[in-house]
C-alpha cells in the first residue's frame, strides 16, 4: 500500500493529518494524491457542490495596504471607486443570482472595517433582501467587533467571511497595516456569535508550502468548514503584479493536500479560477467542492450560467454545505 493511500485511510477512519504527513503528501505523486483526495471529498461530502458569488458593495479608497488588492490608496491601480451600493441595487443582484440558482450571496465592501451608519444602512438593505428574496446572505466587512456581528446578525445574515491570507508568519510580507491575530479575532468573536465563518487564503504571493500548510491548519484549528483557495491573480500597480501565475499542477496539489487537512469542508475555488485553462474542472475532481461564480471583486469571472453546466456535467449537486 502506497504511503498516500495508508493517509486517505487514516482520514477515512476520523483520523488527522498532521503537518509533517501534508508536507508528504504535497510532495507525492499528483494523480494519485488528487484521486485520493477526491475519494475522500466523495466520503465526507457525497456530490454536494456549494455555489456563492459575491458584489463588491463598496469599492476602493481601502487605507488598508495588502500587497494583491488593488483597491488599497497605497497603490496606483485602475479599480474603481464607488460608495456603498444603495438596498435596490444590492437587491437587484440578490434576485438576479437567486434566479439562477446561486443559493449564497455576499456582500464585500472595501475598508478597514464597516462601521457607524454606512453598517446600519447594509443591514437595512440585508433585510430588505431577505423579505423578497429566497437566498443566503454573507458578508465581507473588514475587521468588526462584536457589536457590529450581532448587528450583522440580527439583520440576517447567516456568515462572515474574513480571510487569513497565508500562514502568521507570513502574513507581515502581505500586510503591515492589520495583524493575522486581528483576523483571529474577528473570527472567533464571528463563531461565538452564532454565524459561520468562511476564510481561506491566496496562493502565489511568494509564501512557501509550509506556509499554505500552516494556514489550513489554523483554519482546522478554529473549525472553519468553507475555504476559499484563492489563486493570485497579478494586479498592475499593485507590489505582486509581477508575480509569476501558478501553474495547474501546484492549483491541484494545493486543492487535494486542503481536503486531506479539511475533509468535511467546502473547499471553495475563488478568485484567479478563470486563469486555468479548464476554468477549474481538474480541482474539482482533486478535492474541491465548492465555487465564487460570476465575477470577483475588481477581475473578471466566470459567468453562473457556464459555472452551473460544468457542475451538472461533473455530476455534483448544488447544494448548501452548512457547517452543521
Known amino acids: 500500500m502506497s504511503r498516500i493511500q495508508e493517509l486517505k485511510n487514516k ?7 498532521s503537518r509533517q504527513e501534508a508536507l508528504e503528501l504535497y510532495r507525492s505523486p499528483l494523480e494519485e494524491l488528487c484521486k485520493a483526495a477526491n475519494e475522500i471529498r466523495e466520503r465526507f461530502c457525497k456530490e454536494v457542490f456549494d455555489v456563492c ?12 495596504d495588502c500587497k494583491y488588492c488593488s483597491q488599497s490608496v497605497h497603490y496606483k491601480t485602475l479599480s474603481s471607486q464607488y460608495p456603498l451600493l444603495d438596498t435596490e441595487e444590492l437587491k437587484k443582484q440578490a434576485k438576479y443570482n437567486a434566479d439562477r440558482g446561486v443559493l449564497r450571496y455576499s456582500l ?4 478597514r472595517a464597516l462601521e457607524g451608519q454606512e453598517l446600519d444602512r447594509v443591514c437595512e438593505s440585508v433585510r430588505e433582501i431577505k423579505k423578497e428574496v429566497d437566498i443566503e446572505i454573507c458578508a465581507s466587512f473588514g475587521l468588526v467587533g462584536k457589536e457590529a456581528l ?3 446578525k440580527e439583520a440576517g445574515i447567516g456568515r462572515i467571511h474574513c480571510n487569513l491570507e497565508s500562514s502568521e508568519s507570513y502574513f507581515p510580507n502581505i500586510c ?3 495583524t493575522y ?5 474577528v473570527i472567533q468573536n464571528a463563531l461565538e456569535e452564532g454565524l459561520s465563518v468562511c476564510s481561506g487564503g491566496i496562493m502565489g504571493l511568494g509564501e512557501t508550502v509550509e506556509d499554505r500548510i500552516d494556514m489550513l491548519i489554523d483554519l482546522r484549528e478554529l473549525g472553519i468548514r468553507s475555504i476559499p483557495v484563492n489563486f493570485l491573480n497579478p494586479i498592475q500597480g499593485t507590489p505582486y503584479e509581477n508575480n509569476e501565475a501558478l501553474c495547474e499542477e501546484e492549483k491541484r496539489r494545493i486543492v487535494a493536500v486542503c ?3 479539511l475533509p468535511r469542508a467546502a473547499v471553495r475555488l475563488a478568485g484567479g479560477r478563470g486563469l486555468s485553462k479548464d476554468k477549474g474542472r481538474s480541482c474539482f475532481k482533486s478535492g474541491a467542492n465548492a465555487v465564487i461564480s460570476g465575477d470577483m471583486l475588481t477581475t473578471a469571472g466566470i459567468t453562473i450560467e457556464k459555472d452551473m453546466e460544468m457542475i451538472k456535467d461533473l455530476g455534483y449537486k448544488v447544494a448548501l454545505f452548512d457547517q452543521e
Open 150 to 152: 450581532r448587528k450583522m
Open 181 to 185: 491575530r486581528e483576523k483571529i479575532e
Open 108 to 111: 464585500v465592501t472595501s475598508g
Open 11 to 17: 482520514v477515512m477512519e476520523g483520523g488527522i493529518i
Open 53 to 64: 458569488t459575491i458584489v463588491n458593495a463598496k469599492s476602493g479608497r481601502c487605507s488598508e
Open 176 to 178: 503591515t497595516t492589520h
Open 259 to 261: 481536503r486531506f487537512l
